[in-house]
Nanobody, 118 residues
């Protein structure tokens, strides 16, 4: 199983980034997908999740209204569209997958760094 995250980078506050996660080795449409992040000196935290079908999403309060988590079951891809970025969004972002609980995923990808400058 591989979850390959990409799309991180440096962006100014107020800008946008789109993270991508390419998934292989599992039946993608049978897995809930999520994005998590870990800032320096902090614990990893849940950011956003999407259930088996694209319309069923959930978000951390800190990103609600700014981030969205589309998934494309035909391409085995999940994305994190991040708008109105803030310096406090700076973190390493991870995509993850689980059969039953998107908040406690079994499979993890490598992280991608997002840095938001003020």
């Amino acid at each position: 199983v591989q979850l390959q995250a990409s799309g991180g980078g440096l962006v100014q506050a107020g800008g946008s980034l789109r993270l991508s996660c390419a998934v292989s080795g599992l039946a993608f449409s049978n897995y809930h997908m999520g994005w998590f992040r870990q800032a320096p000196g902090k614990e990893r935290e849940f950011v956003a999740g999407v259930r088996l079908r694209p319309g069923f999403t959930m978000y951390a309060d800190s990103v609600k209204g700014r981030f969205t988590i589309p998934r494309d079951n035909a391409k085995n891809m999940v994305y994190l569209q991040m708008n109105s970025l803030k310096p406090e969004d700076t973190a390493v972002y991870y995509c993850a997958a689980d059969r039953t609980n998107v908040a406690a995923p079994y499979y993890w990808g490598q992280g991608t760094q997002v840095t938001v400058s003020s």
